[in-house]
């Protein structure tokens, strides 16, 4: 069964910090690329941060040098730590695996599951 589990989100204060699991089942693990995304409310989900195989790091400009993404594969966990978190950095936060290592034009392979919330208050 191919299933994706996020947990570890929360209310933070503005330059807090909160680090995301992501529990990943039904593959191989140390074969997949690996993504968070996240969606606001009223926004588009976007792909933030990701990580391949070979430990190969993507993040967008927004959080870079804030989030750290990185991955434990004898626990089948990808992990998303978070600090210096702003306001705008409020969604629901997603795993999924990608479609491959360039990030340009990568998509979410499986189902969806239900994020974790994130708040952060000014």
């Known amino acids: 069964q191919r299933q994706v589990v996020e947990s570890g989100g929360g209310l933070v204060q503005s330059g807090g910090s909160l680090r995301l699991s992501c529990v990943v089942s039904?593959?191989?693990?140390?074969?997949?690329?690996l993504g968070w995304y996240r969606q606001a409310p009223g926004k588009q989900r976007e792909l933030v941060a990701g990580?391949?195989?070979?430990?190969?790091?993507h993040y967008i400009d927004d959080v870079q040098g804030r989030f750290v993404v990185s991955r434990d594969n004898a626990e089948r966990t990808m992990y998303l730590q978070m600090d210096s978190l702003k306001p705008e950095d409020t969604a629901v936060y997603y795993c999924?695996?990608?479609?491959?290592?360039?990030?340009?034009?990568?998509?979410?392979?499986?189902?969806w599951g239900q994020g974790t919330q994130v708040t952060v208050s000014s």
């Open positions: 999924n695996i990608l479609s491959g290592n360039l990030w340009t034009g990568t998509r979410a392979m499986w189902d």
């Open positions: 039904g593959h191989i693990f140390s074969t997949l690329v």
């Open positions: 990580i391949t195989p070979a430990g190969r790091l």
